[in-house]
């Protein structure tokens, strides 16, 4: 039996998903300061819950901001590629993918279950999983509770401000004037949805549209982003997982490929055993 | 005697120039805080007690800044790039291009020989460029924001940053802190960003020299030296830089007032 491994590790969040045929187990963990030995603490973590040992996993590919920092892996590659391949399993139907990371908001167009474009912002915070966060916790309300508590909301208050300093400012005047919270939170929403779509626009946007990433399990947002698109979008079980599973996908096509053409395939020599030496 | 007030209440402090006879005889600095209204008029009542003057004494006041609508004391409001470019005319005559770091926005400006503000950019809707920056990372740093610039340049080994974004920096500064980076390393690194930033502003605007800078951020030795760097020039400093705005805004306070001295009761008091 041949499994497959994916470790994406993002800039708030690491995913490990262990394959075969179909999903075996996953983990999904906070990615703190030090990347390399989270990894193979969820890595363990993974393999515990799939009954597996490392030297079970035929192939491991490593994706996301901090993949350089998994020395275990046989292969890095980019969340670009990995989000595409993950969707393009996941819901087949989808044409455009919209990632919304705590760090970053990529745009993916998919022909073929392929990357053919995308955009991406990672420069500025206003339109990622950030600006979200840190309006949060100027109000004081969890992060998971922003969705369902904007839901709420029976006029939205505009924010005016972009940079995402300035409009946790804002959000705080705007409350010691009076509004109501779940208003104030649904402008947030739409602040960050216009953000977005005016990045993913610049991709011809096809239908459907997959929403991943942290962003996707904020149901304000998603609506919010539906409201501006002007039809509904398609979300994945588990949003957080399409890149570790486009990744773990990913390498059972190298496997294969390798295995068809009979070339030996290039592995890591790093063991999870050893790697938690590296510090 | 006639004397006259320029106010410049700004997004993070309130200035107040009393002027009389074309100098500078008092001026207060103060936080703005919450209430625009109020520190208006504290600021101008701390700048009048210092000389002992009362508001019945004032001929004529100029309000201006952010804030300057909130200024009620005011006869007139005027824009704060005019009463700028009038305050730098006046300090340094020779200077053509002005940065204005502002705990808000930071302005790039060109003026010729009478102060008269002829090319202008803004850092608009974003935090990077601006004293606001500063202020984030000096709460991580857990440092008092006027020893920034003194800090920094204790610098042997700049930590350089991958971001613009003051959030991203934010969180860059702690990862580096977690590190065990230097405070002045990060915050040499931190100017050599802005720097950066306030160089292509300067550039789009075109640096045509004497250039000056002004405003609160002007106040960081270790900002205005990565800056000169930046631009490969050499600043000219006003003694004071955050009163610049209210000294030209005095300074056209005084214009309308000594024509104005046989029209008597401009203010009615």
């Known amino acids: ?279 | 005697m006639i004397y006259v007030i320029g106010i410049d209440i700004g997004s993070a402090f309130s200035k107040a120039v009393i002027m009389s006879g074309g100098k500078v005889v008092s001026h207060h600095v103060m936080p703005s805080g919450g209430n625009y209204k109020l520190t208006a008029e504290a600021v101008v009542k701390k700048a009048l007690a210092k000389v002992k003057l009362s508001l019945k004494d004032i001929d004529y006041i100029v309000a201006t800044g952010y804030g300057a609508s909130n200024a009620t004391s005011a006869n007139e409001v005027v824009s704060d790039l005019s009463c700028q470019g009038r305050g730098i005319a006046y300090l340094f005559p020779s200077a053509r291009t002005v940065i204005d770091i502002g705990g808000q926005f930071t302005k790039v400006f060109r003026v010729n020989e009478k102060g008269k503000v002829t090319a202008f950019l803004q850092s608009e809707k974003c935090a990077a460029g601006s004293g606001r920056f500063l202020q984030v990372i000096a709460r991580v740093l857990q440092i008092d924001l006027k020893d920034i610039g003194e800090l920094s340049l204790k610098s042997k080994n700049r930590v350089d940053f991958n971001t613009g974004c003051a959030v991203f920096a934010e969180s860059e500064a702690i990862s580096r802190v977690a590190e065990g980076a230097l405070k002045e390393d990060i915050l040499a690194g931190l100017h050599r960003t802005l720097a950066a930033k306030i160089q292509s502003m300067v550039e789009r605007v075109g640096l045509k020299p004497d250039c000056t800078v002004v405003g609160g951020g002007a106040k960081d030795i270790g900002l205005v030296s990565s800056i000169e760097q930046s631009l490969a020039c050499q600043l000219l400093l006003p003694q004071e830089p955050q009163i610049v705005a209210a000294l030209g805004a005095a300074l056209l306070a005084e214009a309308k007032a000594v024509p104005s001295r046989s029209v008597t009761n401009l203010k009615g008091g």
Do not use: W
């Not at chain 1, 490593?62 to 993950?86: L, W």
């Open chain 1, 1 to 279: 039996m041949q499994y497959f491994a994916g470790v994406d590790i993002g800039s708030t969040m690491t995913k490990v998903v262990i394959m075969n045929q179909s999903l075996l187990a996953s983990v999904i963990g906070p990615t703190g300061p030090e990347h390399r030995k989270l990894a193979n603490r969820v890595m363990e973590e993974a393999l515990k819950k799939a009954r597996l040992s490392f030297k079970d996993i035929t192939y491991l590919v490593a994706t996301g901001y901090g993949r350089i920092s998994v020395p275990f892996a046989d292969k890095q590659i980019t969340e670009i590629s990995c989000h595409a391949k993950g969707v393009a399993y996941l819901l087949p139907e989808a044409r455009t993918v919209l990632d919304i990371g705590g760090q970053d908001s990529k745009g993916i167009k998919l022909k073929d279950g392929r990357a053919v474009d995308f955009v991406m912002n990672d420069k500025c915070a206003a339109g990622t999983g950030r600006f979200l966060e840190v309006a949060a916790e100027e109000l004081g309300v969890k992060l998971e509770d922003m969705g369902k508590l904007s839901l709420k909301a029976k006029k939205a208050v505009s924010i005016s401000n972009t940079c995402t300093v300035f409009a946790a400012q804002e959000v705080v005047t705007k409350l010691s004037e009076g509004a109501a919270l779940p208003d104030i939170i649904a402008g947030l929403h739409e602040a960050i949805a216009t953000r977005i779509y005016g990045m993913l626009r610049r991709l011809k946007i096809e239908r459907e549209v997959a929403l991943t990433g942290g962003g996707a399990k904020n149901i304000g947002l998603v609506r919010a982003l539906e409201a501006k698109m002007g039809f509904t979008v398609v979300v994945p079980p588990e949003p957080l997982l399409t890149g570790a599973i486009g990744a773990a996908l990913l390498g059972r096509n190298i496997v294969k490929e390798a295995e068809e053409k009979g070339t030996p395939l290039a592995r890591s020599k790093r063991r999870l055993q050893e790697a938690t030496l590296f510090t």
